[in-house]
């Protein structure tokens, strides 16, 4: 009897496959090359944030600014995020891919358009070569909209999740203050720009896979939005690119990693940037990561501010509505690493 077609990964994955099916496979040009990536603790700076509301306030914020700036990624401790929270949130989410899959099912969507929603690779309608990766995407920003849609099961992910999105909102706005001053910029700059600020949080979910060296958990991309506050198990699979070389961001327990979203980087005219990274797969164990993704509202208008604009530094970006930008990022399937690009005056539109 044929095989009955599943919709998600892992109930494919689980079924025991030794070879992934061919829509996985990627060109033997773009491939993680897994023996030749180079796995180093601590590979992109780790800033300690007790030191920002004290005497060492204008350290940290130079930390910040010189990570920002030649790493567009940085790890951070003394987050003032519960070690309890962060195991719990891990833990549910955890437990929600372990569900039956007809219960899984019941959030699947493959319309980038919905609020919450189940789905499968990145964008399945406009892709042309599959992720390795399911991926629960949510909206949680402003709470009170959105909670009513999440997955009821497991029974306190409503309560839970919600609690863990408020504490990682505070953490991002004390971040953006940060930048903001980093930048030489009022600290509300980055926190007016946004309107009404949107937050989505992503549970990714990456099964073993028999050969993982074919494929990816997320090929090399940007993140389109504003920054981006990563949670992952204690399983390596982040890399990101530094001096044309992938190195791997191995797990620091109580920790998160901070990147710059391709909107910081424009409202930075380019001195911030948004730096490619991707999740490679393993064939032994199972990885959970959980991103919470800081966005503009879609009518907010994003380009270089003017305080950073002058003779010799020219505005690299021209004006437009984050809306724009966030419809041309899914719409490309990942084929395109960044949109960035897109919108420089001297991109030709016709
Ligand atoms: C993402 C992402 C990395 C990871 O979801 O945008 O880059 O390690 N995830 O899951
Ligand atoms: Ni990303």
Same mark, same amino acid.
Request: hydrophobic fraction near 35%; glycine fraction near 6%; proline fraction near 8%.
């Given at each position: 009897?044929?095989?009955?077609?599943?919709?998600?990964?892992?109930?494919?994955?689980?079924?025991?496959?030794?070879?992934?099916?061919?829509?996985?496979?990627?060109?033997?040009?773009?491939?993680?090359?897994?023996?030749?990536?180079?796995?180093?603790?601590?590979?992109?700076?780790?800033?300690?944030?007790?030191?920002?509301? +004290?005497?060492?306030?204008?350290?940290?914020?130079?930390?910040?600014?010189?990570?920002?700036?030649?790493?567009?990624?940085?790890?951070?401790?003394?987050?003032?995020?519960?070690?309890?929270?962060?195991?719990?949130?891990?833990?549910?989410?955890?437990?929600? =891919?372990?569900? #039956?899959?007809?219960?899984?099912?019941?959030?699947?969507?493959?319309?980038?358009?919905?609020?919450?929603?189940?789905?499968?690779?990145?964008?399945?309608?406009?892709?042309?070569?599959?992720?390795?990766?399911?991926?629960?995407?949510?909206?949680? %920003?402003?709470?009170?909209? *959105?909670?009513?849609?999440? $997955?009821?099961?497991? #029974?306190? =992910?409503?309560?839970?999740?919600?609690?863990?999105?408020?504490?990682?909102?505070?953490?991002?706005?004390?971040?953006?203050?940060?930048?903001?001053?980093?930048?030489?910029?009022?600290?509300?700059?980055?926190?007016?720009?946004?309107?009404? %600020?949107?937050?989505?949080?992503?549970?990714?979910? *990456?099964?073993?896979?028999?050969?993982?060296?074919?494929?990816?958990?997320?090929?090399?991309?940007?993140?389109?939005?504003?920054?981006?506050?990563?949670?992952?198990?204690?399983?390596?699979?982040?890399?990101?690119?530094?001096?044309?070389?992938?190195?791997?961001?191995?797990?620091?327990?109580?920790?998160?990693?901070?990147?710059?979203?391709?909107?910081?980087?424009?409202?930075?005219?380019?001195?911030?940037?948004?730096?490619?990274?991707?999740?490679?797969?393993?064939?032994?164990?199972?990885?959970?990561?959980?991103?919470?993704?800081?966005?503009?509202? $879609?009518?907010?208008?994003?380009? $270089?501010?003017?305080?950073?604009?002058?003779?010799?530094? $020219?505005?690299? *970006?021209?004006?437009?509505?984050? +809306?724009? *930008?966030?419809?041309?990022?899914?719409?490309? +399937?990942?084929?395109?690493?960044?949109?960035?690009?897109? =919108?420089?005056?001297?991109?030709?539109?016709?």
């Amino acid at each position: 009897m044929a095989p009955t077609a599943k919709l998600l990964l892992a109930d494919l994955a689980s079924s025991g496959v030794k070879q992934i099916p061919s829509n996985y496979i990627r060109p033997i040009s773009d491939r993680p090359n897994l023996s030749d990536d180079h796995f180093s603790d601590g590979s992109i700076p780790m800033i300690d944030l007790n030191g920002l509301n +004290g005497p060492n306030h204008s350290t940290v914020i130079g930390q910040i600014g010189q990570a920002c700036q030649r790493d567009g990624f940085f790890q951070v401790k003394n987050h003032g995020i519960p070690e309890e929270m962060i195991s719990n949130v891990l833990d549910i989410a955890r437990q929600f =891919f372990k569900l #039956p899959e007809s219960e899984r099912l019941k959030n699947y969507s493959d319309d980038p358009s919905k609020t919450t929603r189940l789905s499968t690779s990145f964008n399945i309608k406009t892709e042309q070569v599959s992720s390795w990766r399911d991926f629960l995407r949510f909206h949680c %920003h402003p709470l009170e909209d *959105y909670v009513h849609e999440w $997955p009821s099961n497991p #029974p306190s =992910f409503r309560k839970d999740v919600a609690e863990y999105c408020r504490s990682v909102r505070g953490l991002v706005l004390r971040l953006l203050e940060a930048i903001s001053e980093s930048l030489g910029l009022e600290r509300d700059f980055i926190d007016k720009k946004l309107g009404r %600020h949107g937050q989505h949080m992503a549970m990714n979910y *990456y099964p073993p896979c028999p050969q993982p060296e074919l494929t990816y958990g997320l090929p090399g991309h940007t993140d389109p939005n504003l920054i981006t506050i990563l949670l992952q198990d204690d399983v390596p699979g982040l890399q990101v690119l530094r001096n044309g070389k992938w190195i791997a961001v191995n797990p620091v327990p109580n920790t998160f990693i901070v990147n710059i979203g391709d909107q910081i980087q424009v409202l930075s005219n380019d001195r911030y940037k948004s730096v490619l990274h991707r999740a490679v797969v393993n064939s032994e164990r199972d990885r959970i990561s959980i991103p919470t993704f800081y966005c503009p509202s $879609p009518d907010a208008v994003i380009g $270089p501010p003017k305080e950073l604009i002058d003779d010799e530094n $020219p505005a690299v *970006y021209r004006d437009f509505t984050y +809306g724009e *930008y966030y419809e041309k990022f899914w719409n490309k +399937g990942l084929v395109r690493e960044c949109c960035l690009d897109l =919108f420089k005056p001297s991109h030709n539109t016709t």
